[in-house]
């Protein structure tokens, strides 16, 4: 059985970029070609294909980078967030993203501070308990090269 946000999760973990790219566009890239093959392979421990799922580029202003399953899961990904700058347009892109799908994941990539890494960890969780939603989720993968 198909659970599309895990195993979304799951393969966004597993996923190692090609190559250190200078261009959040190709990491976008490199991870929309991953998670095609990787979500659209064989079920573990079977021989039976899984049920196919659409992953797409999101060509519309507004919404998340990569489209899982029509929309259940949106993937923003974010390249060398340096400053606080930074994590409060993410933060306003993620709270406009929370109406349009059912959970997000944010995928760090780049160059990260940690002062602003543990600052969007606290944003996130504000946008979470300040939900309609208790059930939907955010949650955030590092990909990136960690700088103080």
């Given at each position: 059985?198909?659970?599309?946000f895990n195993d979304t999760l799951m393969a966004?973990?597993?996923?190692?970029?090609?190559?250190?790219?200078?261009?959040?566009?190709?990491?976008?890239?490199?991870?929309?070609?991953?998670?095609?093959?990787?979500?659209?392979?064989?079920?573990?421990?079977?021989?039976?294909?899984?049920?196919?799922?659409?992953?797409?580029?999101?060509?519309?202003?507004?919404?998340?980078?990569?489209?899982?399953?029509?929309?259940?899961?949106?993937?923003?990904?974010?390249?060398?967030?340096?400053?606080?700058?930074d994590v409060d347009r993410l933060i306003g892109?993620?709270?406009?993203?929370?109406?349009?799908?059912?959970?997000?994941?944010?995928?760090?990539?780049?160059?990260?501070?940690?002062?602003?890494?543990?600052?969007?960890?606290s944003q996130i969780s504000t946008i979470i308990?300040?939900?309609?939603?208790?059930?939907?989720?955010?949650?955030?993968?590092?990909?990136?090269?960690?700088?103080?």
């Amino acid at each position: 059985m198909l659970n599309t946000f895990n195993d979304t999760l799951m393969a966004v973990n597993k996923w190692k970029p090609v190559q250190h790219y200078s261009d959040e566009l190709k990491y976008r890239d490199d991870l929309l070609k991953y998670l095609i093959k990787e979500l659209n392979s064989t079920a573990p421990y079977t021989y039976m294909p899984r049920e196919k799922i659409s992953i797409r580029l999101q060509e519309i202003t507004g919404l998340c980078d990569i489209t899982v399953a029509q929309r259940a899961v949106g993937i923003k990904m974010r390249m060398d967030l340096t400053e606080k700058s930074d994590v409060d347009r993410l933060i306003g892109q993620l709270v406009g993203y929370k109406s349009e799908y059912d959970d997000i994941i944010v995928v760090l990539v780049g160059k990260t501070d940690e002062k602003a890494y543990e600052y969007l960890k606290s944003q996130i969780s504000t946008i979470i308990d300040n939900s309609y939603s208790a059930k939907q989720r955010i949650k955030l993968i590092r990909k990136d090269i960690n700088i103080t």
